[in-house]
């Protein structure tokens, strides 16, 4: 193999379409050389030494309430179907959900709190295996938003922009950092499946596309069933060495081709069929879960065992980044609790603490949350004033955008760690705000990227995914 | 090894024109991008970021930071060049560095008198000389004058012509998006006239199927999409706008006149309907329907989208950059951006819109039938309307209402209560009034009292299971009660083991915002269904007549409706146990009752036509009427007034009412027929724009009017400042834009990359020309020949440059890898539909209407429904299509934002979220597994494979030849045929060996499969097809 010929041929498919053939052409270029050193990444990228490799992103789709899981406010009880004092709300905007509303009764949480871990992390009731985990997370509690409703504010915690048109956060690091892995997509995502919460938020294509950036960074969805990726298996009636027999037909005729034309595309093709095939066997060998140890199943729950559940998900994210996959990103709906949110935030803490805090565990005695990050959270926190009726066991929560809480552990962060406070009401931040470019910049951080160097140009501006804002947050990088 | 960017200005040539007095330097080829990229962020437009007050932008700013001819003394130059990596720029804060050919650069152009020029799209394109040419030979029209003085230049030369199969495959990939068939291939093939390829440019123009290949690109540009976008993402209408640009390009509309319909249409005097149809172009953006959303938020986002979008498209001006500051590299200020902004802020919508189906405003385009129909119905519902009219029914109706007030209750039928085993009110207690039974026991789910227009009824808001007791349900029996279904999972509303299953399916979107299921009762060796869906959440009358003589039968609000007979699947079989509402614990299948129930009665004997009228119809009346008239709601009295009209007026009156109930039913079913159209439409008074500080909605400053940017020509004088006179203004002769980024965006299509390359950017920061007198020209030949569009197609396709073969040589490949010099065609992967066109054409299943509403080809289950909302929306739900929809061309597949089809989004195909130029062009396996296991391509292999057999028979190598021909064009090699040839012996083997495979293979998809010919042989050579379908060459166009 002639490798200065192989780099030119490389470089002539970058150069042709400007937003061409890249990373994966790469990672066949470096298995072609035989090199299984990462391939695809942006020169100069990671810019400095990475704490971590690669990212897990738990979001929690709809917004869960701080209030009743992670921001405890013991003094809420007396202002407990008060009005919320106009000093807090500072004519703060609303959505126009319960802007009609007369009055805003302050709904202190009906679930206990108690304190975890040797920070003293404050946790309900709701999420007593997060309690495992709290020596090893760094708990946000000040995360703020500029939207207000779901479309705009999910969209802006995955691409960084409240618009639509701009690359997905996973896209931005595997363009950035490129694949480790050549079998499978580098940026995965991952949709859990409905448990008996009603979770009517919709998600959509955009928070795990590319945007600008070429088509092939975007986030491969993978699903439970029959085909994890899409048109993986073989269709019905062609067994593998038939497919291998077709393949080899069509490498041959393509090969030909290619010394008629010269053109560097077909070799990258060919390649691009041999790592299809490729995949067909890796895909299903991960998605297998059946040499899991029982073990697996005591700490994830045996919800794991059923495809597509949340706890299922997790397990999948652990397998995926022992594969080398840069940036698993998973969504988990049904954190909308406008109304009987004592109930449904229970059932939805239910079937998501337990696979959440097991991944952390899981990663933990693997050695593997040293160099992968993990984090979780929604796209904004919930209103402390009662949506709808307020009564002794039941209230509904608004959106709210001002404060709420997130938390990571692993590659690059403290653990144990909180930062971050409210007032009384958990309606205003008092001390150390943390904005969402401000998490977007320290996830980057952690990957060894320095977020206002890792852009790309488009229509003759040098766009990053912090826009032109976002800081590190340095205190709580270990 | 070379870097990228040495490369780059290898490719351009630049080094060996450079002389060291900097002669041969071209300001904005070579030193305003320089300029631009690395130090107009901070040196540019935008003051509030100007540092030390320098300005490199303009030649006065720049003069001031320089002395010409003397770079020692410039201060650009000696700080660009600075020894201290500190104090050099630009700072290493920026992240940005200059080569040094780029320093050196600069040096020059200082040194050879720092020559300024205004950026070179802002001047009006002037019609440059044609080049003289040493070669007079190769030129066949102007294009190749331009490109083949390059080529001398540069010492290359032009490629032979390709050979005429791949030039009837790449003009007909490139004018129709379809392959030749072999019969078009035969025919160029043999025409020796001289006029030949002529001939087939002109049948190609002609072609329907012109204006859907030229529509394409144009999609994308227009984020034409058949949803609304944002969170809920429901459907919308809008491929009458997009029939309406397949129509423009078939008709060859010229370019000035498809800009003027398409941004004003509506402000056309006298505007037909199709001009306002066009105009819809501008409401293809997204829309919003999230509850909570603020509208006044979103009003700014749709009116930011169509300026940005226009300016895009017609200009590639990228004024988005000016939406929260000035531009920080053109000459764009924000006031600009805020006074393009106002052209389009002045159109009748709502911010929150979309709901169910087209947003505000919209046109309804009824046929010349549906027309006639509509009026024919509105008169004669008119008429029925006013012999209706509550002043000559009043008096008969209150003298009724009075008469039964006196009589209240007690006009039930004499013996309504013979034969009642039991019967709950369901007032919240579940006693049981007959005193036969025990009362009910809640066992499950928390039920609550609630009024309502039958009086009280009982609410289970979660799944619950009530026992009613062992009643005993004998040959004959009937169960009435009032229902409301309340949730859209499959429930359980009574059941008795052994006896009767009463349930609710699962409830299915509706049209209009509605959800609806289907009730069903089973009893032993029975089991019937409603035919039509019953509306969750209304209230309904329903009764379950059981007779030993007659069976099953099922009344709603007191009428029988039509049933469906499905198999029993005997749940009630076996022993009878207790009749309860719902059910003990959710299962997969179904869950306990949730809804509303109320006045459950249970008989032991079928109630009489005049009982169930009584219970359906008139039991209601006493509640009704026990109401104060002057009390009343409006509702209320209406339902009263109704009451009177269906069932106690005379009879001619009663028959009146009947038929003007029928005359709206069949307008409101017409009404949902009539397609329409989101189109603009302006508000009487415009809206006041304001600059809005750093683009927050809520943060208004100056009041600005519409107007256009300073850098280019003024508005015409005089003209009102609306959206026309912005169109007007923007195919205006004088316009230095609208015909060069129109012109390139074609040559785009050909070449695969503009002649700017940066097709969506013309500013400073895009990229230089590769041939500006090339694009100058054609340029002002499309203003020239009145923006004919075909005309312009027909001059590129028939250039010399264009008939090129694409055969590259590895020299020629490394020396221009992007083809930018055009000694070659270039070679490219067909677009995502058109990946999906081919294999559906050259198989023989394409249908080839053009056209219509959006179709639903096939797609793996789930990929919609994972994400969507669901509920009462539409498009939420993927209904793959039937029949011939299955095998409409790509670009009529519906196009979901948030879910795009996702075959093409493999391809490339954007989410048409927003306005795209460029659509990446990428190779991954992720397309290799779709073109190998998607039952779309499994089938076209089989329908070829199908087709081939029969017309070959069984001779191996004819089939091969014409598989081979109908993928490709051509015949194959000895080589090739060896291969496959091979291959096919390999998979007979196979598939001798496998027929159980084999038949499984060669049933996947909807087309039949051809019984008469051998399972094996159809296998086998499905896999061949396959290959041939998979073979790059088959889905690139040479």
């Not at chain 2, 009362?439 to 499950?444: G, I």
Request: proline letters at 6%; aromatic letters at 8%.
């Amino acid at each position: 193999m002639n490798w200065k010929r192989e780099m030119q041929l490389l470089e002539t498919r970058r150069q042709f379409f400007g937003k061409g053939a890249r990373g994966v052409s790469v990672a066949a270029l470096a298995s072609l050389m035989g090199n299984a050193a990462p391939a695809g990444g942006q020169p100069g990228v990671p810019h400095f030494a990475a704490k971590a490799k690669r990212v897990i992103w738990l979001h929690q789709s709809g917004g869960p309430s701080q209030l009743d899981l992670f921001d405890y406010k013991p003094q809420l009880k007396k202002y407990h179907g008060s009005e919320l004092p106009g000093s807090i709300r500072m004519g703060q905007r609303i959505t126009g959900m319960t802007s009609g509303q007369s009055s805003f009764p302050c709904a202190a949480s009906i679930f206990k709190f108690e304190q975890a871990g040797k920070a003293g992390m404050w946790m309900s009731e709701l999420i007593p295996h997060h309690k495992k985990i709290a020596d090893d997370i760094c708990l946000i509690k000040s995360v703020h938003t500029d939207a207000i409703n779901h479309d705009p504010a999910i969209t802006f915690i995955q691409t960084g922009s409240q618009q639509p048109g701009r690359p997905s956060i996973g896209s931005w690091v595997s363009y950035g950092l490129g694949s480790e892995t050549q079998e499978l997509p580098s940026f995965v995502v991952l949709l859990s499946q409905q448990n008996s919460v009603r979770a009517d938020q919709p998600l959509f294509s955009r928070l795990w596309g590319a945007g600008f950036l070429p088509s092939h960074y975007q986030g491969v969805r993978l699903r439970s069933g029959k085909d994890p990726v899409l048109y993986l298996a073989d269709p019905a009636g062609i067994e593998r060495e038939g497919r291998r027999e077709m393949l080899d037909a069509l490498q041959a005729l393509n090969r030909k081709r290619e010394e008629a034309y010269h053109d560097p595309e077909i070799d990258t093709r060919i390649q691009q069929y041999e790592m299809a095939y490729k995949m067909q066997a890796s895909v299903p060998d991960l998605t297998d879960f059946s040499k899991e140890p029982a073990s697996t199943f005591e700490l994830y729950g045996e919800d794991a065992r059923k495809p597509g559940t949340y706890a299922a998900n997790c397990l999948m994210a652990r397998r995926l980044v022992e594969r080398g996959v840069r940036f698993v990103q998973l969504y988990h709906k049904g954190w909308d609790q406008h109304g009987n949110l004592p109930q449904d935030l229970a059932l939805q803490c239910k079937a998501s603490d337990q696979g959440a805090a097991a991944l952390v565990r899981d990663l933990k005695q693997r050695g593997m949350l040293d160099d992968t990050l993990v984090v979780w959270g929604g796209e904004f926190g919930r209103t402390v004033y009662c949506q709808g009726k307020l009564t002794d066991t039941d209230y509904g929560r608004d959106h709210h955008p001002r404060n709420f809480c997130m938390w990571m552990a692993g590659g690059g962060v403290k653990r144990g760690f909180q930062m971050g406070e409210t007032d009384d009401y958990s309606y205003n931040i008092v001390r150390d705000p943390v904005h969402i470019h401000d998490i977007q910049a320290t996830l980057l951080h952690c990957l060894g990227v320095d977020h206002t160097k890792l852009t790309y140009k488009f229509q003759g501006r040098w766009f990053r995914l912090t826009d032109v804002h976002g800081n590190v947050v340095k205190s709580v990088l270990a | 090894m070379l870097s990228r960017k040495s490369l780059v200005l290898l490719i351009a040539g630049l080094p060996s024109l450079l002389a060291a007095d900097g002669k041969g330097i071209d300001f904005n080829r070579d030193i305003r991008p320089i300029l631009s990229d690395n130090c107009f962020a901070c040196h540019g437009p935008d003051e509030s970021k100007r540092m030390a007050g320098i300005r490199l932008d303009t030649k006065e700013g720049a003069r001031a930071a320089l002395t010409p001819g003397n770079p020692e003394a410039s201060r650009l130059y000696l700080r660009v060049a600075h020894p201290d990596p500190k104090r050099r720029m630009p700072p290493p804060s920026t992240g940005r560095t200059l080569t040094t050919q780029q320093v050196e650069l600069i040096q020059k152009w200082i040194a050879g008198g720092a020559d300024w020029k205004l950026h070179w799209s802002y001047e009006k394109p002037e019609r440059p000389e044609l080049p003289a040419l040493k070669n007079k030979k190769w030129a066949r029209n102007a294009i190749d004058n331009f490109v083949l003085a390059r080529l001398e230049q540069e010492k290359l030369t032009p490629s032979a012509e390709a050979d005429r199969i791949t030039l009837l495959r790449r003009l007909s990939f490139d004018l129709t998006g379809l392959p030749p068939t072999p019969a078009e291939v035969d025919t160029f093939v043999k025409d020796k006239s001289a006029s030949a390829y002529e001939k087939q440019v002109d049948r190609l123009l002609a072609s329907p199927h012109y204006g859907e290949r030229m529509a394409m690109p144009w999609l994308d540009l227009a984020r034409y999409a058949d949803t609304h976008g944002f969170h809920i993402d429901s459907h919308r209408d809008m491929w009458p706008w997009r029939d309406w640009v397949i129509r423009a390009f078939n008709n060859n509309m010229p370019f000035d006149r498809f800009t003027v319909e398409q941004l004003a249409g509506d402000l056309l005097p006298n505007a037909t309907t199709e001009q306002k149809i066009a105009s819809g172009f501008n409401r293809n953006h997204m829309i919003n329907y999230e509850g909570g959303a603020i509208p006044d938020e979103y009003l700014v986002e749709y009116v930011a989208d169509r300026s940005e979008t226009t300016s895009t498209v017609w200009m590639a001006m990228t004024m988005a950059c000016a939406r929260c500051h000035d531009h920080k590299y053109d000459p764009i200020k924000q006031k600009d951006y805020y006074r393009m902004f106002a052209f389009f802020n002045s159109v009748k919508e709502k911010g929150l819109d979309g709901r169910d189906g087209n947003a505000d405003p919209f046109l309804r385009l009824p046929s010349g039938e549906q027309q006639t129909r509509l009026d024919d119905l509105m008169a004669r519902i008119k008429a029925r309307e006013s012999e209706l009219a509550d002043e000559k029914i009043k008096p008969a109706r209150e003298q009724w209402e009075k008469q039964r007030l006196a009589l209240l209750d007690y006009a039930a039928p004499a013996g309504l209560r013979d034969g009642l085993v039991a019967q709950y009110e369901m007032d919240g207690t579940g006693n049981d009034h007959s005193g036969a039974y025990r009362h009910a026991h809640v066992l499950r789910g928390e039920p609550t009292m609630v009024q309502t227009s039958v009086g009280k009824a009982t609410l289970f808001s979660s799944p619950s299971h009530a026992v009613l007791g062992k009643i005993a349900l004998g040959a004959d029996y009937s169960i009435a009660a009032w229902l409301v279904q309340d949730h859209h999972e499959p429930q359980t509303v009574l059941r008795q083991a052994g006896r009767l299953d009463v349930w609710w399916d699962a409830s299915y979107p509706m049209p209009h915002l509605r959800r609806g299921a289907h009730l069903h009762v089973e009893t032993p060796g029975m089991h019937l269904r409603t035919r039509d869906r019953l509306v969750q959440t209304e209230q309904y009358h329903v009764a379950i007549l059981h007779t030993q003589a007659g069976g099953v039968a099922i009344r709603i609000n007191g009428q029988a409706v039509p049933v469906v007979r499905e198999a029993a699947s005997g749940v009630t079989n076996g022993e009878a146990g207790v009749l309860a509402i719902g059910q003990e614990l959710d299962t997969e299948v179904r869950n306990g009752f949730r809804g509303r129930i109320a006045d459950l009665r249970i008989y032991a004997r079928a109630l009489t036509e005049s009982e169930l009228r009584y219970l359906a119809i008139d039991h209601r009346l006493p509640h009704m009427l026990s109401v104060p008239v002057k009390q009343r709601a409006k509702e209320l009295t209406l339902r009263l007034r109704e009451h009177y009209l269906a069932h106690v007026a005379p009879a001619e009156t009663q028959a009146a009412w009947a038929d003007l109930r029928q005359l709206r039913e069949r307008k409101a079913q017409l009404d949902d027929a009539i397609p329409n159209t989101m189109v603009m439409f302006e508000m009487d008074k415009p809206r006041d724009t304001f600059v809005l500080n750093r683009g927050d909605y809520r943060n208004h400053g100056e009041k600005v009017t519409p107007s256009v940017p300073a850098v280019l020509p003024p508005l015409a004088a005089g003209a009102k400042p609306d959206r026309l006179a912005l169109a007007k203004w923007l195919v205006d002769p004088q316009h230095p834009l609208t015909a060069r980024v129109a012109v390139n965006r074609y040559w785009q299509n050909y070449f695969g990359i503009g002649l700017v390359k940066s097709s969506e950017n013309f500013g400073t920061q895009g990229d230089a020309p590769s041939h500006p007198e090339l694009l100058d020209w054609l340029a002002t030949e499309f203003q020239r020949t009145a923006w004919d569009v075909k005309a312009m197609q027909r001059l590129i396709v028939t250039s010399a440059t264009y008939r090129q073969s694409s055969k590259a040589t590895p020299a020629l490949t490394e020396r221009d890898p992007e083809n930018r010099l055009l000694a070659r065609m270039s070679r490219f992967r067909l677009s995502a539909e058109l990946v999906r066109d081919n294999a559906l054409a050259v198989s023989g299943l394409l249908n080839t209407k053009v056209g219509g509403q959006s179709t639903y080809p096939y797609q793996p289950p789930g990929i919609w429904e994972e994400i969507s909302r669901g509920e009462i929306f539409s498009a939420q739900v993927y209904k793959e299509s039937q029949g011939e929809d299955l095998y409409r061309r790509g670009m009529y597949w519906f196009w979901k934002r948030t879910a795009p089809p996702a075959s093409l989004s493999t391809f490339d195909a954007p989410d048409r979220e927003k306005c795209v130029v460029r659509r990446s062009v990428t190779n991954t396996p992720l397309q290799a597994l779709t073109l190998l296991n998607d039952p779309t391509y499994i089938e076209a292999a089989r329908v070829l494979a199908q087709n081939v057999l029969r017309e070959a028979g069984g001779d191996p190598s004819k089939r091969l030849m014409l598989a081979f021909r109908r993928v490709t064009g051509r015949i194959p090699d000895a080589r090739e045929a060896n291969i496959l040839s091979e291959l096919a012996a390999k998979q007979m083997a196979r598939y001798a060996r496998d027929a159980k495979g084999a038949q499984a293979l060669i049933s996947i998809g909807e087309t039949p499969v051809d019984k008469k010919l051998p399972v094996t042989e159809l296998a086998a050579w499905t896999n061949v097809a396959t290959v041939l379908l998979n073979m790059d060459e088959a889905i690139t166009k040479e």
